[in-house]
């Protein structure tokens, strides 16, 4: 099935940095999800977004819906060595959810 | 249960040999959900059920692939004649419905490692 368009594909950065990533779909969704997946885990929601141009803030994450319901993003403040992990988007449509490929965040302290 | 569950947690398996997966949604969960992670990629859908019928097995990757579910609970997804390419993390998902908002939100297992030699 049709997945997401998630960038980027990794991210090496240092502890206390900002950071930046996105999803892109060539069809709209009602729903936007961003979970996180460490080793040996399934994935762990972060936020959910649920209405075009949303912002929400989930302590030092922060996600938007797009106005054209076709992308996201999510933004991560002050970066900390727990937030190593594999970050996933997903557009959901009703029972429907497609994932992108994952974005793989590494922190040096 | 207070998550959902997956069992076991790894499997290694011979090439032909079959296999079966088991989930234990969330206590209350009427939708439940099977996908496969392999290395590297995200999530590809493989089956949903809503209560104990499927309406959409539009993700099983072939005939060797079925699941089913019993008593709106527990589901097993079994794998015949395995082969190599069949290896990889099998997630199971559960929601509270398939509605819209919060209601629909996915709740993932840890997921059994399956690989085939």
């Known amino acids: 099935g049709q997945q997401l368009n998630q960038s980027p594909q990794s991210m090496f950065i240092q502890e206390g940095e900002d950071v930046s990533m996105n999803c892109t779909s060539s069809?709209?969704?009602?729903?936007w999800l961003w979970y996180k997946q460490e080793p040996g885990e399934g994935p762990v929601l972060l936020i959910a977004?649920?209405?075009?141009?949303e912002l929400t803030s989930n302590g030092r994450l922060t996600a938007q819906f797009g106005i054209t319901r076709k992308d996201s993003f999510l933004n991560i403040s002050a970066s900390i060595p727990s937030d190593v992990g594999i970050y996933f988007c997903?557009?959901?449509?009703?029972?429907?959810?497609?994932f992108g490929a994952g974005t793989r965040l590494t922190v040096k302290p | 249960g207070a998550g959902v569950s997956q069992s076991p947690s790894n499997k290694v398996t011979e090439k032909g040999k079959d296999v079966e997966l088991r989930c234990d949604p969330i206590?209350?969960?009427?939708?439940l959900y099977w996908y496969r992670q392999s290395l590297g990629q995200g999530l590809e859908f493989l089956i949903y059920?809503?209560?104990?019928?499927?309406?959409?097995k539009s993700g099983l990757p072939s005939d060797r692939f079925s699941a089913e579910r019993t008593g709106g609970s527990v589901s097993t997804l079994t794998i015949q004649r395995t082969q190599q390419e069949d290896s990889a993390v099998y997630l199971c998902?559960?929601?509270?419905?398939?509605?819209?908002?919060?209601?629909?939100?996915?709740?993932f297992g840890a997921g059994t490692r399956l690989s085939v030699l």
């Open positions: 998902a559960s929601s509270h419905s398939t509605g819209s908002g919060t209601k629909n939100i996915q709740y």
């Open positions: 997903a557009g959901q449509l009703a029972h429907d959810m497609r």
């Open positions: 206590s209350g969960h009427t939708a």
């Open positions: 069809s709209i969704f009602n729903t």
């Open positions: 059920f809503q209560g104990n019928s499927a309406p959409d």
């Open positions: 977004l649920y209405k075009a141009g």
